[in-house]
């Protein structure tokens, strides 16, 4: 049993580069979220997802773009990368937001 | 709106101590859950325990153990008699209701190191 995966797990851009990160999940769960670790600051939500085709803006979520096509992938996209989103993104799943959150492995991410 | 408060940055001890994380949290629903996480130095994120509003009783498993305590809004976690294997960062988060349903409120992370 998987759980959560993401794909790629280490990726280094370029400033203006774009880029997809995919997170797949094999529970079946209805909510998904991407978040971003950066030290001290412990992880913020970036977007996030409460079933197949539907999509929200978390905490932060400029500069981000996300899709949910499928209800077992949820892709966040960077258009036009920065050196401030040089991070560490996590991607969740949980089935009805009241607990029992699964994350993935993490995607270390650094923008030059 | 919901936020969580870790405000002990780093605590450094020695084998064997107790190690005691304090966790303050706001949210004005009445239903919330908490939780606390563990990220060990490989970087994953290790679930521990989750808590609802409606449940105060405090819990023991093994050397962990949790406070939760809705009059002062804190839900403390303590390590007994550590180890160095629990020399991680340890995440409280909060999920409450209303808007904020189902999304993980974090706070900044306490480092734990636990020196033989």
């Known amino acids: 049993n998987a759980g959560v995966t993401q794909t790629p797990k280490f990726r280094v851009l370029k400033t203006g580069q774009s880029m997809t990160l995919l997170c797949a999940q094999d529970?079946?769960?209805?909510?998904m979220y991407w978040y971003r670790q950066d030290p001290g600051m412990g992880l913020r939500l970036i977007h996030y997802?409460?079933?197949?085709?539907?999509?929200a803006k978390g905490e932060v979520p400029d500069g981000y773009n996300v899709s949910r096509l499928k209800k077992q992938n949820f892709l966040l996209g960077l258009e036009s990368a920065a050196p401030s989103q040089t991070s560490v993104y996590f991607c969740?799943?949980?089935?009805?937001?009241?607990?029992?959150?699964?994350f993935g492995s993490g995607t270390r991410l650094t923008v030059v | 709106a919901q936020k969580v408060t870790q405000a002990q940055t780093e605590i450094s001890v020695v084998e064997k101590e107790d190690v005691t994380l304090d966790c303050v949290y706001e949210?004005?629903?009445?239903?919330?859950?908490l939780f606390w996480y563990k990220q060990p130095p490989s970087g994953e994120l290790v679930f521990l325990i989750r808590?609802?509003?409606?449940?105060?009783q405090n819990e023991i498993s093994g050397r962990y153990s949790w406070n939760f305590q809705k009059s002062t809004s804190s839900f403390n976690f303590t390590i007994t008699a550590s180890q160095v294997v629990d020399s991680a960062v340890y995440f409280c988060?909060?999920?409450?209701?209303?808007?904020?349903?189902?999304?993980?409120?974090f706070g900044a992370g306490t480092q734990v190191v636990v020196t033989p």
């Open positions: 969740a799943s949980s089935q009805g937001g009241t607990g029992g959150y699964t």
């Open positions: 529970m079946n769960h209805e909510y």
């Open positions: 997802s409460v079933g197949e085709g539907t999509t």
């Open positions: 949210t004005r629903d009445t239903t919330y859950y």
């Open positions: 808590r609802n509003s409606f449940d105060e």
């Open positions: 988060a909060l999920s409450a209701g209303g808007d904020s349903w189902g999304k993980l409120q």
